[in-house]
């Protein structure tokens, strides 16, 4: 299997811009998590997804930020409009439980917002 | 919630030494804790994991080790190798709450 699949790997943008990221989960898995990793707050739980409906999205920083879930195979994180604080590596991770145990990571996009 | 700490934040070894990571946390309804290894520009990778009602699990140089009375559980490596350099994660969850993730340890095995 591929693993967790994320696109882009590296996204830079200005300040206001709305910036999209995917993740394709592996297969067969029916949960699906993104993940936000800065160096002060170390890796946080943006939003949890179980089969395609979100389940968690008590870590979703504000309402710029949004995610989607449009099959089992896709998945998106929008932020708009993008700032600068919202610099971050972001991951996905899919598991093939119900419950939020074990996961497998995507290595992730880097965005950088000037 | 649940609160995981994670000790050393930094951890420098010889070649060939062992390396033992520690993690405390403070749910007791907690019953599964991985271990992630994130090396540079990658996303964490699992390498071993271990539910409440295992003591100890082995594989080949890594063993984890569970101690839930005193809530504790710790990764040890033996044998290391350059390739083992990374940072390395721990986590705590139950089947029906997050996974919560320590700080992280930078380790560095040194040729």
């Known amino acids: 299997d591929a693993g967790v699949i994320q696109s882009p790997r590296h996204e830079v943008t200005e300040m206001g811009q709305e910036v999209t990221l995917r993740c394709k989960p592996i297969s067969g898995h029916n949960s699906l998590f993104w993940y936000r990793q800065t160096m002060m707050r170390g890796l946080e739980l943006l939003i949890y997804f179980n089969n395609n409906v979100p389940i968690d999205d008590s870590g979703m920083p504000e309402d710029r930020f949004s995610a989607k879930m449009p099959n089992a195979s896709f998945s998106t994180l929008k932020i708009q409009p993008s700032e600068p604080r919202d610099s971050a590596v972001y991951f996905c991770?899919?598991?093939?439980?119900?419950?939020?145990?074990?996961?497998?990571f995507g290595a992730g996009t880097r965005l950088s917002v000037l | 919630g649940e609160n995981v700490e994670q000790h050393p934040s930094t951890l420098s070894v010889q070649e060939g030494d062992s390396a033992v990571i520690k993690c405390t946390y403070s749910d007791s309804a907690s019953n599964y804790f991985p271990w992630y290894k994130q090396e540079l520009g990658k996303g964490p990778q699992l390498i071993i994991d271990?539910?409440?009602?295992?003591g100890e699990k082995k594989d080949q140089r890594i063993a984890v080790t569970l101690n839930k009375t005193a809530k504790h559980f710790s990764l040890h490596i033996t044998e290391t190798q350059p390739e083992d350099s990374a940072v390395y994660f721990c986590a705590a969850s139950n089947w029906r709450n997050n996974l919560f993730f320590g700080t992280g340890t930078r380790l560095t095995v040194i040729p």
């Open positions: 991770a899919s598991s093939p439980s119900t419950g939020r145990d074990i996961q497998y």
């Open positions: 271990i539910r409440s009602n295992v």
